[in-house]
């Protein structure tokens, strides 16, 4: 069973759409959960950082964690078309020395206008 | 703002060549690492160190090796460049909160 399940995606949604993105994953340590985008030949930007359960908002973006299943989400609300990307999730637990992050394979996300 | 810098967007080699991919970063950070990224593959980690002079083996590590002499910089070689190693090359670099922060890639091509 792999540590990280994400959609690959491609998903692809009208402007002003709410887009839902999730992740599973098995490690019942992970503490950590981070979002990160990533626009075409770019590097991963970092979107949105949450520490154990719980839901974070940082404008049109929600983060939410469900510890209990084992389950993350990124919402993002009133969709652009610049949010058209591959969004990936990331994770790790407290007790990795050097952090190292378990990250899934993104999915990719269309906006269109 | 933290940055992570790279050498070069992108770069084009022949079979056999030996490659370096250097990477700066300016915050300090005590941890670096370097991915590859293919499509369908995701990220996967290379290499990552912790420390100046200390490297560690991330899950692909055959035909890399890696050099942090500085703090702020931390290289990757490929000793002889094969076609297989064609892809993007990232490099990340975390202070202890866990949260790493991404260059902007390299596209390597081997010819």
């Known amino acids: 069973q792999k540590e990280v399940e994400q959609d690959p995606g491609p998903l692809s949604v009208p402007e002003g759409a709410i887009v839902s993105l999730n992740c599973t994953y098995s490690n019942s340590a992970f503490q950590y959960f981070m979002w990160y985008r990533q626009y075409s030949r770019k590097g991963p930007e970092l979107l949105m950082y949450t520490y154990s359960s719980g839901n974070k908002e940082d404008g049109r973006f929600t983060a939410q964690v469900d510890k209990s299943s084992k389950y993350i989400s990124l919402f993002i609300r009133d969709s652009q078309p610049s949010d058209s990307a591959t969004y990936l999730c990331?994770?790790?637990?407290?007790?990795?020395?050097?952090?190292?992050?378990?990250f899934g394979k993104g999915t990719k996300l269309s906006v269109i206008p | 703002d933290v940055k992570v810098t790279q050498s070069s967007r992108y770069l084009v080699k022949r079979t056999g060549e030996k490659v370096f991919l250097e990477c700066v970063q300016d915050m300090d950070h005590e941890n670096m690492f370097w991915y590859r990224q293919d499509p369908g593959l995701g990220l996967r980690l290379i290499y990552f160190s912790y420390d100046v002079k200390m490297k560690e083996k991330g899950d692909i590590p055959e035909g890399y090796s890696v050099s942090r002499e500085k703090k702020e910089r931390f290289s990757l070689i490929l000793e002889s460049a094969s076609t297989n190693q064609t892809s993007m090359y990232l490099c990340?670099?975390?202070?202890?909160?866990?949260?790493?922060?991404f260059g902007p890639g390299t596209r390597l091509t081997v010819l």
């Open positions: 990340a670099s975390s202070s202890d909160s866990g949260t790493q922060y």
């Open positions: 990331a994770m790790t637990d407290s007790g990795a020395g050097s952090y190292q992050l378990t």
